[in-house]
């Protein structure tokens, strides 16, 4: 017998269930022993508080373009992993007491970077774990590209389109927020697809006045409008001086919902132009996956389908230079992937003309 548990940790995104799907189909496909699999319900809580229901071949039928999870989710946070909860109970003990009272052979964990600290955590406890890359960020060190990812810079970019025809006829400055958390790579993705004539991210702080001479540059060109993307995440130069301590007090006093919002009115009280903001929030991570992001997740699924069958614990399935790898949960957990300011992309988007604010 092979037993399987299975959970969906940290912020959904699009295709957490093809992913699931895709590892159930490889094992069931191709294991020599009977296969049970046990699904935790709302990620690390399932398997704290065990709460789980069996699932056969059946439950993943239908769902590879079904947004969402079917386990449901949740936020464990990791520095509070080692606190006893509210009763008292030492989390990590009681998820490895359920792992051992069910007999599992392993713990296929779909989540992001915070989730991945926790998967290593587990797995240098002697559990045996697999993880797959899932975040709309992208931002997971060890693999290029998450999935979530490209169904999020689709639907990013078709907000940043849609914002294009009324602010044209409006001739007015916009600014989409896009989400990505500290790192820009959906908000850079999104921006270029979608035209941005600024993009500001979280590795590139911007001068609020390059900002304002860009959108002054394009009004003496001629042209009505301007789109400003904004990372969820971005910082101005000025705040990206400040000392840790100071930041915080800033935000502590913060009367703006978000960044773009303190950016609008600085733009608005150094040019006098009106300045709407749109934030999709988070439609972006809602619906269902893209056609890159089913295959990209079914064949992620595949290949942690093959290091369980081979027994293989321990690492994340990602992908790197265009080919599926497996990565040490070691060196994933506790890493983040940045974009590099000097990347190509980068570059390449500053020849097209396009503002960083840098
Ligand atoms: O990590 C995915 C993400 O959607 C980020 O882009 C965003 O900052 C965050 O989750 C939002 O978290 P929550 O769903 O808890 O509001």
């Known amino acids: 017998m092979l037993r399987i548990g ?40 399932g398997l704290i508080y065990s709460r ?49 009272k069910l007999q599992l052979d392993c713990l296929v964990m779909l989540g992001g970077n915070g989730s991945h600290k926790t998967a290593n955590l587990l797995s240098e406890e002697g559990l045996n774990v697999i993880t797959l890359p899932k975040t709309i960020d992208n931002d997971l060190w060890g693999t290029d590209m998450t999935f979530g990812f490209q169904s999020a810079v689709d639907i990013a970019t078709k907000a940043i389109d ?41 590795e590139i702080p911007f001068d609020i006045n390059k900002v304002v001479d860009k959108i002054e540059e394009r009004d003496k060109a001629g042209s009505r409008f301007t789109i400003i993307v904004v990372a969820e995440g971005a910082i101005s130069k000025t705040d990206a001086a400040l000392s840790k301590k100071d930041y915080k007090k800033k935000l502590e006093n913060y009367k703006y919902p978000s960044v773009s919002y303190e950016i609008a ?14 934030v999709p929030g988070h439609v972006q991570r809602g619906g269902e996956p893209c056609p890159y992001d089913r295959v990209f997740a079914s064949r992620l699924g595949a290949e942690a389908g093959k290091l369980i069958l081979k027994r293989e614990f321990g690492y994340m399935v990602g992908y790197k230079n265009r080919e599926m790898v497996k990565v040490p949960l070691a060196e994933v957990a506790g890493k983040l992937k940045t974009l590099d300011p000097k990347s190509d992309i980068i570059k390449e988007a500053k020849l097209l003309g396009i503002c960083f604010g840098d």
């Open 6 to 45: 299975m959970l969906t940790s940290g912020g959904d995104c699009q295709a957490l269930n093809a992913a699931m799907r895709g590892v159930v189909k490889c094992v069931l496909n191709n294991s020599k022993e009977p296969v049970e699999i046990y699904g935790f319900e709302d990620g690390y809580k």
């Open 265 to 278: 009115d600085l733009i608005t009280k150094k040019t006098g132009r009106e300045v709407r903001v749109t």
């Open 52 to 100: 789980f229901r069996m699932l056969t071949g059946k439950d993943f039928s239908g769902i590879l373009t079904r947004g969402g999870t079917i386990l449901g989710t949740s936020r464990v946070p990791f520095k509070t992993i080692h606190d006893p909860d509210e009763n008292g109970l030492d989390k990590v003990a009681a998820m490895k007491q359920n792992y051992y």
């Open 162 to 202: 849609q914002i294009h025809t009324t602010a044209s006829s409006h001739g007015r400055v916009f600014i989409v927020e896009i989400m990505g958390h500290k790192v820009g790579w959906l908000p850079l993705n999104a921006g270029i697809a979608g035209g941005a004539d600024i993009i500001l991210l979280p």
